[in-house]
């Protein structure tokens, strides 16, 4: 916009008022256009949602399908001995579990130091050694030690950098004793037990004589040897293990079993089990049943999903009495309200999810009958699963076609309208400034005419007095 001008200065004309009451009509088409604008960006934006709560509609269809519908319960009779978790793929039955041992971690500790600091390595002779920490036979991490950290901290702090598989602490034995190094495997099992080999000659070859005495860094050199229980038997043992690497033992309907884990998903079918204490000479039970409760859940998540769906639709689409919605009349949210309908009241298979408790009410809205249900589920189950994925199969399908066809076009042609509108927006402002500019030029050259012209006026009346003035003097 130009600079508006004063009141006129010569013609007492208030030219600002009537420049910016000019440009108010010309601005009128503009106007037009961005309410246009406005209507399109906001059913742009309500195509978004509409397609969001469709989107987490076809979401809720998942739990629905046969691979997850049916899920499957577990209880122990003591969860302080195992728990259990079971997917749909778990049968019913009911087992006798005891647990004899739980996996465990081996722990081993050096010989006391004298501080943390302390010295381990004795470098004077070879300025870098070698450490190599290998869990079971797993890939070995080489360890450098040289006068940058050579000592119980520095040494601790160099395996936890160098490896996750085996955690590195010092703690003070006593007050007046001194500090130990000591490494704990994370991973349970009798696979996992750790070897800590030493190169003090920095020549690539481990545990030669010389680097498995008690000296020097060979201080924590262990290779050790075993027996049935993990108890250590011989070996190099210039560590002391605290805690020996064994498998968890159990029974299971008689059957004797050992996993490297506590955590255990290769026995029973679809379960999982977690061994929690073998202190007890009890045998629990573990039972596994169908859980129609997840089912029920699963249903209902997805009435919700489909209501606010539909109900998104709904409030778009629909006028109220004397009001109209940002979508009133558009045809893609009514065959949206119609198509998730259909769905719903179809039959597949020749059974009706309406058997199965689901319908609508007199306003649209779906709910579920969860008596008619469990009914159903117990009359038989199988056909409930068969009924509910075939029709989550042919609501998916349909869904998509709106969220990946149908909303996408409308989005797309109110985007090439926005951005016609945009472009024809842009001429028009240009052709205001100009409009305004011209309006401008012209009252300001009428101001300075009208200078010119009273100007000239002022002089011809000076000279009528003049002459006025000598007329009447020549008369006296």
């Known amino acids: 916009m130009g600079v508006a001008l004063n009141t006129g200065i010569f013609s007492g004309l208030d030219t600002s008022k009537i420049i910016s009451d000019l440009m108010a009509l010309e601005r009128k088409p503009l106007e037009r256009l961005e309410v246009k604008k406005s209507s399109y960006e906001a059913k742009f934006?309500?195509?978004g949602t509409l397609s969001s709560s469709l989107s987490s509609l076809r979401s809720s269809l998942s739990s629905l399908k046969s691979s997850s519908f049916l899920s499957m319960s577990t209880t122990s009779s003591d969860t302080t001995v195992f728990t259990a978790t079971a997917t749909s793929s778990a049968s019913e039955g009911t087992y006798n579990i005891k647990v004899n041992n739980l996996a465990t971690s081996q722990s081993i500790y050096s010989e006391i130091f004298t501080s943390e600091d302390t010295e381990v390595a004795d470098l004077t002779t070879y300025s870098t050694q070698k450490l190599k920490i290998q869990v079971g036979t797993g890939n070995a991490t080489e360890i450098t030690i040289d006068s940058s950290n050579n000592?119980?901290?520095?040494?601790r702090d160099a395996i936890n950098s160098a490896t996750s598989e085996v955690n590195a602490s010092v703690v003070q034995d006593s007050p007046t004793t001194g500090y130990r190094l000591i490494l704990t495997v994370d991973s349970p099992g009798s696979s996992s037990r750790v070897t800590v080999s030493v190169d003090e000659d920095n020549d690539g070859t481990y545990e030669e004589s010389a680097e498995t005495d008690t000296t020097g860094l060979s201080k924590l050199a262990f290779n050790a040897t075993y027996d049935a229980s993990g108890a250590v038997t011989g070996g190099t043992t210039n560590m002391t293990q605290s805690q020996a690497a064994v498998d968890a033992s159990l029974t299971v309907d008689g059957l004797s079993l050992t996993r490297s884990s506590n955590t255990i998903s290769d026995i029973i079918t679809g379960v999982t089990l977690t061994l929690l204490d073998d202190s007890g000479t009890a045998t629990p039970t573990l039972s596994i049943a169908k859980d129609f409760s997840a089912i029920t859940d699963n249903v209902n998540a997805f009435v919700?999903?489909?209501?606010?769906?539909?109900?998104?639709?709904?409030?778009?689409?629909?006028?109220?009495?004397?009001?109209?919605?940002?979508?009133?009349?558009?045809?893609?949210?009514?065959?949206?309200?119609?198509?998730?309908?259909?769905?719903?009241?179809?039959?597949?298979?020749?059974?009706?999810v309406a058997s199965l408790g689901l319908s609508h009410d007199t306003e649209g809205v779906l709910y579920l009958d969860s008596t008619i249900l469990q009914n159903a589920l117990n009359n038989d189950v199988q056909e409930v699963i068969d009924t509910?994925?075939?029709?989550?199969?042919?609501?998916?399908?349909?869904?998509?076609?709106?969220t990946d066809y149908m909303i996408p076009a409308r989005k797309s042609g109110l985007t090439t309208s926005i951005d016609r509108i945009d472009d024809r927006m842009l001429s028009l402002e240009r052709s205001l400034l100009l409009k305004e500019e011209s309006l401008q030029q012209k009252f300001t050259a009428m101001e300075s005419l009208l200078g010119q012209l009273q100007q000239s006026g002022d002089f011809l009346a000076q000279q009528m007095e003049s002459m006025q003035f000598l007329a009447s003097g020549r008369k006296s």
Not at 151 to 155: A, H, Q, R
Request: no cysteine; aromatic share 6%.
């Open 45 to 47: 934006s309500s195509y």
């Open 151 to 155: 000592t119980l901290t520095g040494i």
């Open 304 to 352: 919700t999903a489909y209501n606010s769906a539909a109900g998104v639709a709904r409030a778009l689409s629909t006028s109220a009495e004397g009001q109209s919605t940002v979508l009133s009349g558009d045809s893609t949210a009514r065959s949206i309200i119609s198509g998730l309908r259909s769905e719903i009241t179809n039959s597949y298979n020749g059974k009706s």
């Open 388 to 402: 509910f994925d075939s029709m989550a199969t042919s609501l998916k399908a349909t869904v998509n076609n709106y």
